[in-house]
């Protein structure tokens, strides 16, 4: 190893001190601890992550489609901590803002002089009643589960007919557009196998439209309405009977809650999603049942604590949660918490980039990329609301390049590279 690891099963000392500690050897925290450290290999960083595996999670939705391994998504950890930094291999038990400390579940106490918490998001299985249960048997799949696409796309190539139901919940989820991109690469699936006719698809979301971005609503319900799909707004599911095969919804109109039923015999749940416990009971948290890190959406530093920074899917950032935003905020928070090391002003802003590769079909995607005010972002000089082969061939074979190679070493933008591989052809 070119970095040093500290195991929680080793013996160690009660307190350890670090200059930056991140929480979280996710995409975030790798990201943004390789761009640290490729501008400064002096400083002294820890990064707390409990997990030896590190997953690429965007290509979650190919696998359940049958078009990406699952193994192609998992590498080991230790391989992607960036050289110069700690690993300390353990999990946060709870935050001291005031005093500068974490405590492990280890028993470790870390102090630091500065946070960064990219601890990723929590899902939050046990709000749907029935559904811990329920899942990876018996026609109840997720893509969200590490390892579960692989059930979903057993479901979707063996299905033979009957109910396939697709939700959407009311809480932020990472990546917005999943549950809609599996359930039309499934569309495709059934077409393929013959069953498409003896199938009925619905989309359950609890949203009052099928995306949050309203520039992509009307290319995205011309597919929905080319595929057949029975789209339901304002259905937000509350349980599922497994025995009886039924999802159950909250229905809300006009302030008025009603109980809907739907058969199912597959059903691919997207899970209402939270900030991780450890941090919903913190004093970094947002006032609210959802607990994400209380950051400037523009400086990504804490609203009470200055040498406090959070990024990613656990910050109270109201823009998409994906890895290409968190490609947009690490430079951003590296350029502030160099200026705060320095006694400078904040000058660098996130403007809420994001980008969700909506896939609509085999060989087709459209590249949504937008910032905190729902305008058109695009990287590629073409109309970004429209379906392209190109683009998908970007998501499928481009991207998982650029996150193992790029992005986790701290590269800050691959556009000009990016541009040049998949040209500009549609």
């Known amino acids: 190893m070119t970095h040093s690891e500290l195991s929680s099963n080793s013996t160690q000392q009660a307190t350890v001190h670090h200059q930056i500690v991140v929480v979280g050897g996710g995409s975030a925290g790798i ?7 490729n501008q400064d290999r002096s400083l002294d960083i820890a990064i707390i992550e409990p997990s030896e595996q590190h997953y690429y999670q965007p290509a979650w939705t190919l696998v359940g489609a049958g078009c990406f391994k699952f193994e192609d998504t998992v590498k080991p950890e230790v391989d992607y901590i960036p ?8 999990a946060v038990a709870e935050f001291e803002p005031d005093q500068n400390y974490l405590l492990t579940q280890s028993g470790r106490k870390v102090t630091y002089d500065y946070l960064i918490v990219a601890a990723g998001i929590q899902l939050d299985w046990d709000r749907i009643a029935g559904l811990k249960e329920a899942i990876g048997k018996d026609g109840v799949c997720s893509n969200y589960v590490t390892g579960g696409a692989t059930y979903t796309w057993e479901l979707i190539n063996q299905f033979r007919g009957g109910n396939a139901v697709f939700t959407f919940p009311a809480t932020p989820i990472k990546c917005a557009g999943a549950p809609q991109k599996v359930m039309y690469l499934a569309d495709d699936a059934f077409r393929r196998n013959g069953v498409r006719q003896q199938t009925n698809i619905t989309y359950c979301v609890a949203t009052p439209k099928v995306f949050g971005v309203a520039a992509f609503v009307p290319a995205l319900m011309k597919v929905v309405e080319r595929k057949g799909i029975d789209l339901k707004v304002l259905h937000n599911l509350k349980a599922v009977n497994a025995a009886a095969k039924e999802a159950i919804f909250d229905v809300t109109i006009d302030g008025t809650t009603s109980e809907v039923t739907l058969p199912y015999d597959l059903l691919h749940v997207a899970p209402p999603m939270s900030a991780p416990d450890f941090i919903k009971s913190s004093k970094l948290a947002v006032d609210g049942p959802l607990g994400w890190v209380d950051v400037d959406k523009y400086t990504l530093q804490h609203n009470r604590y200055p040498n406090v920074f959070s990024l990613g899917d656990v910050s109270s950032l109201p823009n998409s949660k994906t890895a290409a935003a968190i490609r947009r905020q690490a430079p951003v928070l590296v350029q502030n918490l160099f200026a705060v090391l320095k006694n400078k002003s904040l000058d ?6 994001s980008c969700c590769p909506l896939i609509t079909g085999y060989g087709k995607t459209i590249m949504a990329e937008f ?51 998949v040209g500009m052809n549609s």
């Open 371 to 421: 910032d905190y005010d729902g305008n058109l972002y695009p990287s590629f000089p073409l109309d970004p609301t429209q379906e392209r082969y190109s683009m998908w061939f970007l998501k499928r074979n481009v991207l998982p390049w650029v996150y193992w190679n790029r992005m986790l070493k701290g590269a800050d933008h691959e556009g000009n590279r990016i541009r040049q591989i």
């Open 31 to 37: 990201t943004v601890t390789a761009q640290l450290l």
């Open 348 to 353: 660098a802003r996130y403007n809420g980039y």
């Open 83 to 90: 050289e110069g930094a700690t690993w300390l291999r353990d």
